[in-house]
């Protein structure tokens, strides 16, 4: 997979360079590349946003600089344009996984109040335009938004975590929060582990665990019930 990042803080997206991402590019798992959106300028200044039109606070990011920028970086292809914005559809596990199939992503980080629209439009001719939003806050721009996708995304790809198991049972793979986990010691500060866990008994154990997985959902995400699909669940036959 090749990904590719714009944004005016650049050193922002340092972060993919450690752990489990960096090793995937080191790897060759994974190319990714993070481009200064100034580079694309061509005033002295390198003025990336102006005044909006219709007034209002803040300032726009111009679109030329934008159309210069995602033409360099499309290539040949038709790569998915993901513009994070607290006005884009909701990224999820299932998003993260179709985003795992894909050949190229690109990320736009804009900043101020936004990326004037017009890029948008523009860019659907050579891009699947996508934007996507983690979750009804408001950050100062799409870095650390950018930071979370790829994250996700590039730890579903063949190679990148060690062991794949790992990836089957965690929150929202089957649409159910996880269960929780517990280590040595069996017992500590008189805090003891579930019984259970040490039966031995494996199909209680995946019984205690799913039972687990359905209360902390009933409790901390009810909203995620009504998605819950109870054929797929049942069909892991453990009856919900
Ligand atoms: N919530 C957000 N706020 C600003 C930029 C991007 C955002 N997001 O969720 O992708």
Known sequence: MRIDVVSIFPEYLAALELSLIGKARQDGLLSLTVHNLR???????????????????????KPEPWAQA?????????????????????FTQAMAHELAEEEHLVFACGRYEG???????????????????LGDY????????????????ARLLPGVVGNPESLIEESHADG???YPVYTKPS???????PEVLLSGNHARIARYR???????TVLRRPDL??????EALNAADLAV
């Open 39 to 61: 580079d694309f300028t061509v005033d002295r200044h390198r003025t990336v946003d102006d005044t909006p039109y219709g007034g209002g606070a803040g300032m726009v990011m």
């Open 70 to 90: 995602l033409e360099d970086v499309r290539g040949d292809s038709r790569p998915v344009l993901i513009v994070p914005s607290p006005a884009g559809e909701r």
């Open 115 to 133: 990326i004037d629209e017009r890029v948008l439009d523009w860019a659907a001719d050579s891009f699947d335009v996508r934007p996507v939003s």
């Open 138 to 153: 408001v950050l100062n721009g799409g870095e650390v938004a950018v930071l979370a996708m790829v994250e996700a995304v």
């Open 176 to 178: 159910l929060l996880e």
């Open 187 to 193: 017992s500590w500060r008189e805090l003891e582990v």
């Open 210 to 216: 799913r039972d687990e997985q359905l209360r902390r």
């Open 225 to 230: 019930l009504g998605k819950l699909d109870v």
